[in-house]
């Protein structure tokens, strides 16, 4: 199991915030029908990124909390585990996992901690034109990522995250013209 080094910054206590990171290392957006609180909802549940994620294997919850500070009202740890190729071969990472909801908000903060000095952090905003139009609303999706690993590791890190996160969100789009996660795997 990959955890983060001794000396490592603790693993996020607190959720990511744009404002102290900079600027995202990328941001990607898709759009499809649908309602923003249900987007949340499933993207909420790491165990459901399994249909939509091209390297996840498989998400445990560990733990949720509720009622945290700062506008937190729900927390959940996770354990991941992702087998991304490396050097031509599939390697199974198992690694720690939080997010970050606010009720009533349809924005999560998504942090990992892959090891070897390397972070991942998400930030999901999800907002639909319902007010607008009620009977077809179009959802959208925007992304914002920070990646954090040493200089060798960066660029390698960086890319992998970024194609399957370009592939997840495709994929999240198709579910929903299926019908939604409960629609499609019936």
């Given at each position: 199991?990959?955890?983060?080094e001794?000396?490592?910054?603790?693993?996020?206590?607190?959720?990511p915030?744009?404002?102290?990171?900079?600027?995202?290392?990328y941001?990607?957006?898709?759009?499809?029908p649908?309602?923003a609180?249900?987007?949340?909802?499933?993207?909420?549940?790491?165990?459901?990124?399994?249909q939509?994620?091209?390297?996840?294997?498989?998400?445990?919850?560990?733990?949720?909390?509720?009622?945290?500070?700062?506008?937190v009202?729900?927390?959940?740890?996770?354990?991941?585990?992702?087998?991304?190729?490396?050097?031509?071969?599939r390697?199974?990472?198992?690694?720690?996992?939080?997010?970050?909801?606010?009720?009533?908000?349809?924005s999560?903060?998504?942090?990992?901690?892959?090891?070897?000095?390397?972070?991942?952090?998400?930030?999901?905003?999800?907002?639909?034109?319902?007010?607008?139009?009620?009977?077809?609303?179009?959802v959208?999706?925007?992304?914002?990522?920070?990646?954090?690993?040493?200089?060798?590791l960066?660029?390698?890190?960086?890319?992998v995250?970024?194609?399957?996160?370009?592939?997840?969100?495709?994929?999240?789009?198709?579910?929903?013209?299926a019908?939604?996660?409960?629609?499609?795997s019936s």
């Amino acid at each position: 199991m990959c955890m983060p080094e001794e000396d490592a910054v603790p693993f996020d206590a607190a959720p990511p915030v744009p404002a102290e990171l900079g600027a995202p290392t990328y941001s990607l957006q898709v759009s499809f029908p649908g309602h923003a609180g249900a987007v949340t909802a499933f993207l909420l549940d790491l165990s459901g990124h399994k249909q939509i994620h091209p390297l996840m294997v498989r998400a445990e919850r560990v733990s949720v909390e509720r009622l945290l500070s700062n506008g937190v009202t729900s927390t959940q740890a996770w354990t991941a585990t992702e087998a991304p190729r490396v050097l031509g071969f599939r390697r199974t990472m198992t690694f720690p996992a939080r997010s970050w909801h606010a009720a009533g908000s349809n924005s999560i903060a998504w942090s990992a901690s892959a090891g070897f000095g390397v972070y991942i952090r998400h930030i999901y905003d999800v907002t639909d034109t319902a007010a607008e139009s009620p009977e077809s609303p179009v959802v959208t999706v925007h992304q914002r990522t920070w990646v954090s690993a040493p200089r060798l590791l960066r660029g390698y890190v960086t890319s992998v995250a970024k194609a399957a996160h370009m592939s997840q969100l495709a994929r999240l789009r198709k579910l929903w013209e299926a019908g939604g996660p409960a629609k499609a795997s019936s």
